[in-house]
């Protein structure tokens, strides 16, 4: 009996893992109004200049060159640049880790 609970934990458990990485890697919903006071977040002073989020909507700002991104949040480097990661981070956590924007 214990370890028929066991094991119906561990599936639940599993399958709740699965379920809340993939609603975290799926794309935004759009807004069906492109209302841009109220459904886009403010963007201050952009350094290197600023590109259309996924919807065509809202305006975010490059990331420069030197600073973090990280593309699974939708983080852009300056034209020119791109998110580069250490050679020493192994394959599938290259997906989720941080890099520097960069001059490839």
Do not use: H
Not at 20 to 36: A, F, K, Q, R, Y
């Amino acid at each position: 009996m214990q370890k028929g609970v066991i094991i119906i934990f561990s599936i639940v458990a599993s399958l709740c893992c699965i379920i809340w990485n993939v609603e975290g890697t799926s794309m935004p919903l759009c807004p069906i109004d492109c209302n841009t006071v109220t459904n886009c977040p403010p963007i201050d002073e952009c350094q290197c200049g600023t590109y259309k989020g996924f919807c065509g909507c809202c305006s975010y700002c490059y990331k420069c060159p030197g600073e973090a991104c990280l593309p699974l949040a939708m983080n852009r480097c300056a034209p020119g640049t791109r998110c580069i990661k250490g050679p020493d981070v192994p394959g599938m956590l290259r997906i989720n880790l941080p890099g520097i924007c960069q001059t490839p």
